[in-house]
């Protein structure tokens, strides 16, 4: 502890010599503060993990340096020791033009509190470079830092600059290529404002509330949501005090820029630059650990590939295919390896292995008839004669034994040993080190979800070691077989719906296609409820209160309900008596009124005139027509009230402005038809035309339509009125 | 040995790390600066280096092999690198030979006769007659053609440093042992310079050639950028000569824009086409003329991708060929090397941008079926070109192995030190 503050203390006295060019500054964060790599994680900092066999940070470094930063702060917590070897061990430390400083805690648990701990040191005194060091990246820094000092110049309130590029997420499965959850941004496209950031986006119901003071405060304002986040920032040194001014700031996104943009005092902006050609990518999960490994094989991180970057002696070089190899690979003449795969220096291949677009470390030992696919296996790692792998993370001195096999999205920590014959089932994660019960400080504290999860799986512990406690020990060591050696972790944290999402294996057929089946009911859902003000799109307000909310969607499924039982009447030739005791009994369940039957049955029976006027090409009109005097029965009963009517009327209008245009242009004519019909009386319709003078210009669009109708009932009455008169 | 080099030159080893860095990141571009460079960087690190009493070449070959191995292996296919080292590598053994010969010629007796000598190199029990061997080898040693052509005897520098051996005479031996040394290192840095000096005219001496190649109302034909071929047709514009240029814009990179634009500023009549239009133009064309990434032994010419369909085209047309090459560009190896061959890929962003497409390379959901590669090198065989215009004239690609000879000593085709001590 002591030393990194003394050099960073004289640090400052030479940075305060040369006030008047600030070197650019980066604080690099080496520890994300998740447990997303558990269990590698807990033996090794998620920044040293190979990545095409080489390890994270030093991507993130080479990336730094490149980009014209001069001093970089990198910031250690969980295995800071390891880490800070690391450093030590490498060429960092003695670069030309480049100073990389360690800072060391042990009791951070999250960025906000690294950031808070930066500046307590103050060693940052301009604009800097915030970055994790697990982010990937060949872009150039220059236009960015431009764009975010001339801001900076121009209104002192725009303390940072995020970094964001563009990607499709799948829309299936709500989730970017990288296994990152959908991310809604909303920006001013002029000024490049970062408006709203939400990435926690609740899938299933697809709502986003935005504030209204957002939409009246800005003349314009785009929402997207094929944008990825970088997570690299250019940030003012206000962003520090801001985290210390606000202690309870733990994560960037979540709190700090949300905290930001939702914060309308202070008036602190958040802006955004695009990259287009240029690579960025986080590594967050398996998932994307997986993506990236891919995207730097195919060098779409160019200059950072792996034949470019060659640290250490081991050179690797480029064959054909996408082939990386290192030196000193002996390789038997039957081996097979396919194309974007890397392997590692020294590693061995016996006869008749295949290899397919996968990682090997260094050292690797692989015996014959050996299939991997798809995987990333670490260093000095041993696989027995026989062993299948597929789309598996193999850590550093594993041993497999003969025969054994992974299957898609196991995990092997440090130095397991599988046994002979032995199948690790799906997903699994392997480790030497038993499951914590426990959270450790290297873990965010705060969700209440997890640590509920938490204590029901203790639970389930107990109840298992009270009934196995004598032969625990022979339970562990044959967990994985004969002669294996580790524990299997159970899962926990959103358990097995998660899994396949944040794993490297592909993603399984069949969750796709259920994914694609939950969309397009979701799609039809949408579609039919849109009879109420779409719920899909912007509300006004997000304070509406839970309640609004619950009515809505009651509302939504009683008029479903109306409707399915309907076309089952018409359907299956149901009587009409029998078919108002279903909606009576519908209308008693919801706690409905009768103008909202009438409204219900109205909009159904329109609805299957519309359907099948679609089907049977027959003119629309007949067809309401004729459903209209086979049904009206049904309807007549609700409708005794003329403000029953009235809510007719007003629903049809709604339908022809909103859901079922195709009624639009013949409003007034069905109007007529309902007349006579008598389904609506003359009175309702005056009393409608009342209501209506009052509003708006766009509201009477229908009114005017029937205006001629209405002048027609009106001279009417007055004639009736008059013959009374008369009379 | 590196260790030992760190040691002894500090200073160097800074550049030497910047230059092998900046190599490596790719941020150098361009052959001509990349080749100056390190012929600089060769300079300080023969500058600096120690010379030893007892064969100071070898010394001074070690250390040049050192640096040039890391400065290699930084960018295997920045070829000009190698090419640098391997020339400033034959400076030393051609200005170590002609030192050696004037010793002989000056001193022919003294070598002979010098018992104590003898007993001092018990390492090297027959040097004296090795350096005999050497010097009838260099004076047996057929004159170059270039020599030859030019009109100057070979041992032209004899008679000079003979003389100043025979100044040295009458002062002890020691001292003129030691200045032997500081001879070779001064005879050596004054070769570089030059070598830096041609390198850095080399624009102006393939421009001047432009007249007798290019010639009224001709249509040229260029592919992509290249700095010695605008150098080339502007010299040519400026001695009035007035013609067109067609110039292929050179994707995925479309630097052919840039030289289009410069060209049109500087008064030429510029049109540019898309790659795939060369075929379809080449008719009209009178030559095409264009630059090169490399020169390798066989003629074969290295360059951006696109100019072997160009060449194609010119071969059906027969359009002459013309290839501008300074000589920093004349590679000593064959392509059949696959070091050489490697190609450089370069990002496929340059094709597309990233985001555009990256639902199609969503691996993990089984749609990534998209992949891309952006080549930056083409290899154009010998017998599509038609002439090679180095800084020293016009060539046959047949020829292209005997200029490098002269540039190039056999020994040094493998840039690797030979194991040291034990």
């Not at chain 2, 555009?356 to 930056?376: I, K, Q, R, W």
């Amino acid at each position: 502890m002591g030393a990194p503050k003394k050099s960073s203390a004289a640090r400052v006295s030479e940075d305060s010599d040369e006030l008047v060019r600030v070197p650019l500054q980066a604080i690099l964060l080496a520890d994300s503060f998740t447990t997303k790599f558990r269990p590698i994680t807990l033996e090794r900092p998620k920044v040293l993990l190979p990545l095409v066999n080489v390890p994270m940070i030093d991507y993130t470094l080479t990336w730094l340096e490149s980009a014209g930063v001069e001093e970089v702060f990198v910031f250690c917590c969980a295995h800071s020791k390891q880490v800070i070897s690391y450093l030590e061990e490498s060429e960092w430390f003695s670069q030309p033009n480049f100073a990389v400083t360690t800072i060391e805690s042990h009791n951070s648990v999250s960025a906000g509190d690294a950031l808070r701990l930066i500046y307590e040191r103050n060693v940052i005194h301009g604009d800097f470079v915030l970055i994790s060091g697990d982010t990937i990246s060949n872009m150039s820094l220059t236009e960015a830092l431009r764009e975010h000092k001339e801001r900076k110049k121009k209104d002192s309130n725009a303390v940072m600059t995020m970094v964001i590029k563009r990607s499709k997420p799948n829309p299936a499965i709500h989730q970017s290529r990288l296994g990152t959850d959908e991310l809604f941004v909303a920006i001013d496209p002029d000024t490049k404002q970062l408006l709203y950031y939400e990435d926690k986006a609740d899938n299933s119901k697809g709502i986003l509330h935005l504030e209204k003071s957002l939409l009246s405060d800005n003349p314009s304002l785009s929402l997207h949501h094929d944008k990825q986040d970088c997570y690299i920032d250019i940030c003012s040194p206000e962003v520090l005090s801001l985290f210390t001014d606000n202690f309870d700031y733990q994560h960037l996104r979540r709190h700090f820029v949300k905290g930001l943009l939702v914060d309308d005092l202070m008036g602190y902006k958040i802006f955004v630059h695009e990259i287009h050609s240029d690579y960025a990518a986080r590594i967050d999960n398996f998932r994307s650990y997986d993506t990236v490994s891919k995207d730097i094989i195919h060098r779409w991180t160019y200059p950072l590939v792996p034949d470019v970057m060659n640290f250490g002696n081991t050179a690797t070089k480029l064959e054909r295919q996408g082939m990386y190899r290192a030196s000193e690979i002996s390789q038997s003449q039957s081996a097979v390896i396919g194309p974007f795969t890397a392997i590692g220096f020294g590693t061995k291949i016996g006869n008749h292995s295949k290899i397919l677009s996968s990682v090997i470390g260094e050292g690797c030992n692989i015996g014959s008839n050996v299939h991997i696919e798809g995987c990333y296996i670490f260093n000095h790692v041993t696989i027995e004669d026989g062993c299948i792998l597929r789309n598996a993370i193999v850590c550093d001195g594993v041993t497999m034994k003969s025969g054994a096999v992974l299957e898609p999205g196991v995990i092997l920590s440090f130095k397991v040993v599988v046994g002979q014959e032995f199948v690790v089932p799906r997903y699994s994660q392997v480790s030497l080190l038993q499951q914590p019960v426990e959270e450790d400080s290297d873990e965010e504290l705060e969700y209440a979800d997890s640590t509920s999860a938490m204590t029901s799986k203790v639970d389930n512990s107990d109840v298992e070691d009270t009934s196995q406690v004598l032969d625990t020990h022979f339970q562990s060591s044959s967990e994985l077989g004969v002669g294996g050696d580790g524990y299997i972790w159970s899962k926990c944290e959103g358990g097995h719906e998660e899994e396949w999402r944040h794993s490297v294996a592909p993603i399984p057929a069949d969750k796709i296609s259920e994914a694609m089946k939950i969309m397009e009911d979701e799609l039809e859902l949408t579609h039919d409820g849109s009879i109420l003000p779409p719920s899909g799109e912007l509300k006004p307000d997000s304070n509406d209160s839970e309640d609004d909310d619950n009515e809505d969607s009651r509302d939504d499924y009683f008029e479903k309900e109306v409707e399915a039982t309907f076309l089952r009447a018409v359907n299956e030739n149901i009587q009409e008596d029998h078919l108002i005791l279903e909606v009576n009994s519908l209308k008693l369940s919801y706690n409905k009124l009768a103008a909202d039957c009438a409204g219900a049955v109205f909009y159904a029976m329109m609805k299957y005139a519309l359907d099948s006027a679609r089907s049977s090409a027959g003119s629309l009109i007949q067809n309401v027509k004729s459903v209209l005097t086979k049904w009206k029965n049904v309807l007549t009963p609700y409708l005794t009230d003329i403000d029953d009517q009235i809510e007719v009327i007003l629903k049809f209008e709604e339908m022809c402005s909103e859901s079922v245009r195709e009624f639009a242009p013949l409003f007034s004519t069905i109007l007529h038809l309902m007349y006579d019909e008598e389904i609506v009386e003359e009175d309702a319709i005056l009393r409608w035309d009342d209501e209506k003078r009052d509003a708006d210009e766009s509201d009477k669009v229908f009114v005017n339509q029937a205006q001629a109708m209405i002048e027609w009932l009106r001279h009417a009455e007055e004639e009736d009125g008059d013959e009374e008169e008369e009379e | 040995m590196v260790i030992f080099f760190s040691i002894t030159m500090p200073d160097v080893q800074v550049f030497v790390n910047d230059f092998v860095n900046q190599l490596k990141k790719r941020k150098l571009e361009g052959s001509q600066a990349t080749a100056k460079q390190a012929a600089e960087l060769l300079r300080s690190v023969i500058s600096q280096q120690r010379v030893p009493h007892r064969n100071p070449a070898a010394a001074l070959i070690d250390a040049v092999k050192a640096v040039g191995e890391q400065m290699i292996a930084a960018n295997p296919v920045e070829l000009a690198v190698g090419n640098i080292v391997r020339r400033v590598l034959h400076i030393i053994r051609e200005e170590d030979l002609s030192l050696a010969t004037a010793a002989v010629a000056g001193l022919g007796v003294t070598v002979t006769s010098d018992d104590e000598d003898d007993v001092e190199r018990d390492d090297h029990p027959v040097l004296s007659a090795a350096a005999v061997a050497a010097a009838a080898r260099s004076t047996l040693r057929p004159p170059s053609l270039q020599t030859l052509l030019e009109d100057v005897p070979d041992s032209a520098a004899a008679p000079h440093t003979a003389s100043s051996g025979g100044e040295s005479e009458g002062k002890s031996k020691s001292v003129e042992k030691g200045s032997r040394g500081r001879k070779l290192k001064h005879d050596v840095i004054e070769a570089v310079n030059e070598l830096i000096q041609d390198i850095t005219t080399c624009y102006e001496q393939i421009a001047e050639q432009a007249i007798e190649h290019i010639h009224q109302n001709e249509v040229i034909l260029t592919l992509g950028s290249s700095k010695t071929v605008l150098e080339f047709l502007c010299a040519a514009k400026e001695k009035k000569r007035s013609f067109r240029v067609f110039v292929a814009e050179g994707a995925p990179r479309y630097q052919g824009h840039l030289l289009a634009k410069e060209l049109a500023e500087r008064g030429l009549q510029t049109t540019i086409i898309a790659d795939s239009a060369v075929f379809a133009m080449i008719s009209r064309v009178n030559m095409v003329i264009v630059g090169a990434h490399s020169v390798m032994a066989n003629g074969g010419v290295i360059a951006p991708i696109g100019l072997n369909m160009v060449a194609l085209a010119a071969q059906r047309h027969a359009v002459p060929f013309v290839v501008l090459a300074g000589s920093h560009k004349l590679c000593p190896l064959y392509p059949h090397n696959p070091e050489v061959l490697l190609n450089e890929l370069r990002s496929p962003s340059e094709l597309l941008d990233f985001g555009e497409f990256s639902d199609c390379m969503d691996y993990a959901s089984g749609t990534g079926s998209l992949h891309v590669v952006n080549p930056t090198f083409d290899y154009v065989p010998p017998n599509l070109v038609s002439l090679f215009i180095t800084d020293t004239g016009g060539h046959n690609p047949s020829y292209m192995y005997r200029l490098i000879a002269d540039y190039y000593s056999a020994d040094d085709l493998v840039v690797k030190r030979r194991p040291m001590g034990s």
